[in-house]
């Protein structure tokens, strides 16, 4: 399909693709075959030859040792690394790595940038985004968040119970989200603190098991959960303006959702294509069982659903350099993440026994594949965006057409 993605976002997403083919998936399916990981000075080797064929950390400024690529100009070469479960880590694009380097090159201070963004993108420390909390803590309905951020002079004193803070294991500092102001609502009264992993009172409380959990690396980074026990940092570790984490925290999340988008679509595709490899040679009752019209037709389906998703996440990308694109951009996410979903479960259908068992990688995209109707949003939580964006305008609508006929009855009494 033709997107017409600029000239220079297609160069860089077929170098991506070729770095994919080349370096990235043969690693892979050995790792896979071997069930040995990957290790770091292995990563760091992959991020060399990225460096070398100017792909590494595409989504970041040049001087940053970045691609320097606009959002939309990025999302190409995303569904490229998606292919791959190393894919992102290869080219330094990972969540949440990727969204933590956007949030601090956005709103971070010109100190910040120096002491943290400039090592963050070269792979030299990691982050982690604190912002989920345990029950009945802030999560779905963020404004149940329950951590807190009091000013003691020049410093902030953190108290948080977080959860599925993704890379939480190893990360070097975190981005806690956290009540500044309690006498104000959650969406002005919070903030985003910058917090040391080495600060007295962090506390790496365990390593969640949960769903997938299949890293074939050495960084163990997990999903941790994590308590902040009366934390000082200064006041200067604010990131963003005081007051405004949630909308820091909506930039950081909208360009992240998308990018996500890609990933999976990139997986999905991957799976597809593995899918219909396996279907051309596999043969059942007399044929092939790529001649049966009802994995044929279901295979169109899925294909043609992912080029709907493709294109609905280039148009909120778009629509994101412009405005929030909110509603763009839950329609984009919760439709992709379920097309997605859909596309790996067939692939791994059409598989069989191969498709179940973990030679391939379809298996672990699958797993992988279900957490994305939870993360960056649960579908019914953006579900409920875009039904209530859809009301409102109806309604207001309506009143206005109310409001208009009512006059026009008017008009016509008096004329009577």
Same mark, same amino acid.
């Given at each position: ?27 892979? +399916? ?61 080219? !330094? ?71 599925? $803070? ?65 934390? +000082? ?18 930039? +950081? ?5 998308? $990018? ?9 595709? +991957? ?26 037709? !279901? ?22 350099? !412009?405005?929030?694109? !909110? ?90």
């Amino acid at each position: 399909m033709e997107y017409h993605d600029s000239e220079k976002a297609k160069a860089v997403a077929g170098r991506v693709a070729e770095f994919m083919d080349d370096v990235v998936l043969p690693r892979e +399916r050995e790792a896979l075959a071997t069930g040995e990981p990957i290790t770091r000075a292995e990563l760091e080797s992959l991020w060399e030859q990225a460096k070398e064929r100017d792909l590494f950390a595409p989504q970041m400024p040049e001087k940053y040792g970045g691609q320097g690529l606009d959002f939309s100009d990025m999302l190409p070469s995303f569904e490229q690394v998606g292919r791959s479960l190393i894919g992102a880590h290869a080219i !330094r694009a990972n969540a949440p790595q990727e969204g933590n380097m956007h949030t601090l090159e956005m709103v971070g201070t010109d100190e910040q940038k120096a002491k943290w963004l400039r090592p963050l993108v070269q792979g030299e420390i990691s982050s982690a985004f604190a912002m989920t909390e345990p029950k009945q803590g802030g999560g779905s309905d963020p404004k149940m968040l329950q951590s807190t951020a009091i000013k003691d002079g020049d410093e902030w004193v953190v108290n948080a119970h977080k959860w599925w $803070t993704t890379d939480g294991l190893d990360a070097d500092f975190y981005l806690v989200m956290a009540r500044t102001d309690l006498d104000a609502h959650p969406y002005e009264g919070t903030s985003i603190i910058l917090v040391p992993a080495d600060a007295d009172g962090v506390e790496v409380v365990r390593n969640i098991p949960h769903l997938g959990g299949h890293d074939i690396t050495e960084l163990e980074g997990g999903h941790a959960e994590m308590k902040f026990n009366n934390v +000082r940092v200064p006041v200067e570790n604010t990131v963003g303006e005081e007051g405004q984490g949630f909308q820091v925290a909506q930039m +950081r999340l909208g360009g992240g959702r998308l $990018t996500h988008c890609m990933r999976y679509s990139g997986m999905a595709e +991957r799976s597809l294509n593995i899918a219909k490899a396996y279907l051309s040679e596999r043969e059942a009752f007399g044929t092939t069982l790529d001649e049966k019209q009802a994995l044929r037709h !279901r295979i169109a389906d899925a294909e043609t659903q992912l080029h709907a998703a493709r294109t609905m996440v280039r148009h909120a990308a778009r629509e994101l350099d !412009r405005s929030d694109a !909110r509603i763009e951009v839950a329609m984009s996410k919760v439709f992709t993440a379920n097309v997605t979903n859909e596309a790996i479960d067939l692939a791994l259908q059409c598989c069989g026994g191969n498709g179940i068992g973990k030679d391939l990688p379809i298996a672990h995209f699958y797993e992988d594949v279900r957490a994305f109707r939870i993360v960056d949003g649960a579908d019914e939580v953006h579900r409920r965006s875009i039904a209530r964006w859809a009301f409102d305008d109806i309604a207001d609508e309506e009143v206005e057409h109310a409001l208009q006929f009512d006059e026009e009855l008017r008009i016509d009494a008096l004329d009577e």
